[in-house]
């Protein structure tokens, strides 16, 4: 939504008539004169006047207007979550996100935003842990360089398919404080980052840096290339990435290489392919595969639903012992979705989810998913799901999973 408010100060308003008025009369006295030729060399004086009111007003009339744009936007989702097994009896939560924000562009060139989130789950009281979850000022085409944009604050970061930085919208959001350099241009963008992730400026303050390439020049294809600095861990992380669609094919593929100053470098791996078959009721069949291993530490990981299962993102589950960290998980998925109707979508994921062999636990489960959304206008979005868990050889029974969201965008 949007909402353009008229700053006018009266007074400026009134003095701007006056200088008009008299403006006028010294115009209309100054045209008699020059006609008459009764004008002398006194009264250059008064065309001097003239021209001095006339450079004052058109100086206030292109003052930029205080009656700019502002954008209000944000979120709401309330998302019902079960779980349930015969060892642990039913267990239901109720999780609930609020955001909101304003953004206003300055000028074309500086735009600040401003958002609030509340994050709670219901019985346990909402609205007091309100606080800021963006707060940043955005500088483009810094220095008169085109393409060259710095966005500095608290802000959401979001690359790639978020295999390493993401918004963790199935959950409660993440950003980071610090600044970001962008470069971009038809052919690459380049974003240079430098994220403080301790609360105080000490000599012990820890940094996420890096460097987030892509190559945009390979028609229907992307191509990624990254270098992530993390000091908390102590860790380098190297990348790369390439996706993009073929007549209905579309594929991912990332791999990363992760040196922690441990005895055996850790991998990171994940490959997609999926088909399109009917364009109509955009009926998708796709596959997936992916590999953390056990000293992989991930940046910012968005386990959703989408990804390796509802398993990994419902709280339920993870309380029943069976889940366990990014770090360390090997996953095939298979599965396909359509559209019955122009609102509707239905979803289904077959997983086979494990511990990579040097866990050193023996963890494993297989996962059968289905979900419905239902898009009911174009800010609200339902949605429902249900996956079924078999642990496997984890002496932990089988367990129901599901969830009912309803999510609000504006």
């Known amino acids: ?18 200088q008009e008025s008299e403006l006028k009369r ?42 700019n744009q502002l954008t209000f936007g944000g979120l709401f989702r309330s998302r019902f979550v079960l779980a349930e097994s015969d060892a642990t ?6 999780y609930n996100r609020f955001t909101v924000g304003t953004t206003y562009d300055f000028s074309k060139d500086v735009t600040a935003h401003l958002s609030l989130t509340d994050a709670y789950t219901t019985g346990f009281g909402g609205g007091a842990h309100i606080q800021v979850y963006e707060s940043w000022v955005q500088m483009r085409n810094l220095f008169g360089a085109t393409g060259l944009h710095l966005k500095h604050g608290i802000q959401e970061f979001v690359k790639g398919t978020q295999f390493q930085f993401g918004n963790e919208d199935w959950n409660n959001g993440l950003t980071w404080d610090g600044h970001v350099l962008d470069y971009s241009n038809e052919d690459v963008a ?14 012990v303050d820890s940094y996420v840096t890096g460097l987030y390439g892509t190559l945009k020049s390979v028609k229907d294809m992307t191509i990624d290339a990254y270098w992530i600095r993390n000091d908390l861990a102590t860790s380098d992380t190297y990348g790369a990435r390439v996706g993009g669609k073929i007549e209905g094919i579309d594929f991912n593929a990332e791999l990363a290489l992760q040196d922690a100053n441990l005895p055996d470098d850790a ?5 997609g392919i999926g088909y399109l078959f009917g364009k109509d009721n955009k009926f998708r069949g796709h596959a997936q595969y992916a590999l953390l291993e056990n000293t992989y530490t991930t940046t910012a990981l968005n386990l959703g639903g989408d990804r390796y ?11 029943s012992g069976v889940g366990f960290p990014a770090g360390g998980l090997e996953s095939f998925k298979i599965g396909a979705s359509f559209d019955p109707a122009t609102a509707w979508t239905v979803s289904a994921n077959l997983l086979l989810n494990d511990a990579d062999e040097d866990f050193g636990a023996d963890l494993g489960w297989t996962e059968i998913n289905v979900g419905v959304h239902y898009r009911y206008s174009d800010t609200l979005t339902m949605g429902l799901g249900l996956g079924y868990v078999m642990p496997g050889d984890n002496l932990i ?14």
């Open 1 to 18: 939504a949007s909402l353009a408010t008229a700053q006018t100060n009266e007074e400026i308003q009134k003095q701007l008539a006056r």
């Open 26 to 67: 010294l115009n209309a006295e100054l045209t008699e004169l020059k006609v008459t030729g009764a004008m002398t060399a006194a009264d250059a004086a008064l065309e001097t006047e003239v021209n001095r009111l006339s450079e004052r007003l058109a100086a206030a009339t292109s003052v930029k207007s205080g009656a």
């Open 89 to 94: 009896g039913t267990e239901r939560s109720n």
């Open 190 to 203: 380049i974003t240079g980052f430098l994220f403080n992730q301790t609360a105080t400026f000490t000599t």
């Open 267 to 271: 991998m990171a791996f994940e490959v």
């Open 309 to 319: 299962g509802y398993a990994l993102s419902i709280n339920g589950f993870n309380g």
């Open 397 to 410: 029974d089988d367990i129901v999973l599901g969830f009912l969201e309803a999510r609000l965008s504006f």
